[in-house]
C-alpha cells in the first residue's frame, strides 16, 4: 500500500499519475469525495464524487478504511476495492492526505510505505495553485493556509521527498517503490527458493 501525501499543489497527483503510466503492477484507490468535481476532473477515474448524504452511509457502515475532512470537504477510501485488489496480489497506490495516512498505519502498518511530497517552497506551491488555475483564489489562500499545519506531519512519513525537479521527485518515488518490493518480509516466494537453492545437489 504505497501512501502519497503533500500539500495542494506539490505534484503527489502528477507523480501518481506517472507511477500508474509505468508500473503495469500498480492500481490506484479511487478515493470518494463531497467536493465538487474540476474542469479536468472523470467521476469514477479520479475521485468518486458523491452528496454528503451517500457520503455519510459509507462511513457509518464501515465501508471506507480510512476517511478525513479536508478543507472543508469530506474524502475517504472505499475498503472493497482495495481489499480485492490486494488478494489479487496487486500493489495499491493511495493519494490521500496525512490524516488518511495515519489510519491506514494504524490499520495496517506492515502493509503500508508512505511518502510525504514537499515543495521546494511556499512561494513555488503558491505559483503552482495559480498556474493550475482550477480554484477560486479562496479557495487558494485556504489551501495555502492549510498547507503549513499539512506539513508539520513529515515526520509521521517513512519518506520525504522534496519535489524541486518532477522528474527528479517521481525518479525518488519509483526508487522506492522498488526497493520496497525487494523487502525480504515482502516477497513470501523467496523462502521456498532459498530452501530449493540450499538443497540443490552440484554434479
Do not use: C
Amino acid at each position: 500500500m504505497l501512501v502519497l501525501s503533500s500539500p495542494s499543489g506539490a505534484g503527489k497527483s502528477t507523480i501518481a499519475r506517472s507511477l500508474l503510466e509505468n508500473d503495469k503492477e500498480l492500481s490506484l484507490s479511487v478515493s470518494v469525495t463531497t467536493r465538487k468535481r474540476r474542469g479536468s476532473e472523470i467521476d469514477g477515474v479520479h475521485y468518486r464524487f458523491l452528496s454528503d448524504v451517500e457520503f455519510e452511509r459509507l462511513r457509518d457502515t464501515d465501508a471506507l478504511l480510512e476517511w478525513a475532512e479536508v478543507h472543508g470537504n469530506f474524502y475517504g477510501t472505499p475498503r472493497e476495492a482495495v481489499e480485492k485488489n490486494m488478494a489479487d496480489g496487486r500493489d495499491m497506490l493511495f493519494d490521500i492526505d496525512w490524516q488518511g495516512a495515519v489510519q491506514l498505519q494504524e490499520k495496517m502498518a506492515a502493509d503500508v510505505v508512505s511518502v510525504f511530497i514537499l515543495p521546494p517552497s511556499l512561494a513555488e506551491l503558491k505559483s503552482r495553485l495559480h498556474r493550475r488555475a482550477e480554484d477560486s483564489q479562496e479557495v487558494i489562500e485556504m489551501r495555502l493556509e492549510n498547507s503549513r499545519a499539512e506539513m508539520e506531519h513529515w515526520r509521521d512519513y517513512d519518506y520525504v521527498v522534496i519535489n524541486d525537479d518532477l522528474d527528479r521527485a517521481y525518479s525518488a518515488v519509483r526508487s522506492i517503490v522498488l526497493a520496497e518490493r525487494l523487502r525480504r518480509d515482502r516477497r513470501p516466494g523467496l523462502f521456498d527458493f532459498v530452501s530449493g537453492l540450499l538443497d540443490e545437489k552440484l554434479p
